[in-house]
């Protein structure tokens, strides 16, 4: 049994739960953005955040990360998405092209796919031999020590999905005019090789969550509890690393 069996997908919320437990959140995360900016309390500069969104196709990476953002001031974090690498960037360490996008001292980045999708799909769809994915394990686990030491607070959540969920979401997306745009040929053909991305998966979980750095799996069945829990442990991070750095943490409303 892998560690994504282990997760409850029956985990919900409802409407007016999640409206009260994000406002309550949102106003939180932004005095501790606003206390790592140095905008208030001491005037000196927290720890980087960097979160980084991973999930299955349709697991809800898009609103997560619009409530994240909706209580702070868009000057004050910054989204990145990442896609296919371009063929200039092929021409370096796979590495190399997150890099600008990564935040400085009271900086906060999301980033909307990351470096692990050379773990993920770069290895289940062939794009990285096997000798590349294999050891960028390594890699990760050393690069992301790296900046952890530093001072940087690495959130890594895991959106989780079933393969049932999945589908009714895809064929909602189909369906629907204003969405059909997210869904591509691509999505079709990643569900039907998810057995090999499940295995993809369960390693890079197994082989990447440490210390400076642990995975978050989170339950995202219920897209509103999975918003709410993602603000959660962004919030709870962050804090642990103002008070790493020895940054006052605000005093709650």
Not at 1 to 6: A, K, Q
Not at 35 to 51: D, F, Q, W
Not at 170 to 199: I, Q
Not at 248 to 253: C, I, K, L, M, Y
Request: net charge neutral; aromatic share 6%.
């Amino acid at each position: 049994m892998g560690r994504l069996d282990d997760v409850d997908l029956s985990l919900a919320l409802s409407a007016a739960e999640e409206a009260e437990r994000l406002e309550a959140l949102g106003r939180r995360l932004l005095r501790l953005r606003l206390a790592s900016a140095g905008l208030i309390g001491s005037g000196r500069l927290g720890p980087p955040l960097c979160v980084l969104l991973e999930g299955w196709d349709a697991s809800g990476k898009g609103g997560t990360i619009r409530r994240l953002v909706t209580p702070l001031d868009p000057r004050h974090v910054r989204v990145a998405q990442f896609a296919a690498p371009t063929p200039d960037a092929l021409r370096h360490h796979f590495l190399d092209r997150f890099v600008p996008a990564l935040p400085g001292w009271g900086g906060m980045a999301i980033l909307d796919r990351s470096w692990y999708g050379r773990v993920l799909v770069e290895r289940v769809e062939g794009l990285a031999t096997e000798k590349q994915w294999r050891r960028a394990y390594e890699q990760i686990a050393d690069f992301e020590a790296m900046h952890a030491a530093e001072g940087m607070v690495l959130v890594k959540l895991w959106l989780h999905i079933s393969a049932d969920e999945q589908l009714a979401r895809f064929e909602r997306r189909r369906d629907d005019p204003l969405k059909a745009w997210k869904l591509t040929d691509e999505d079709w053909r990643n569900r039907s090789r998810r057995a090999a991305y499940v295995e993809a998966v369960e390693e890079m979980l197994e082989r990447t969550d440490a210390k400076p750095a642990p995975w978050h799996v989170v339950a995202a069945e219920s897209k509103r509890h999975a918003r709410v829990e993602a603000m959660r442990i962004v919030a709870d991070a962050l804090e642990n690393g103002l008070r790493r750095a020895d940054v006052p943490v605000p005093a709650p409303d």
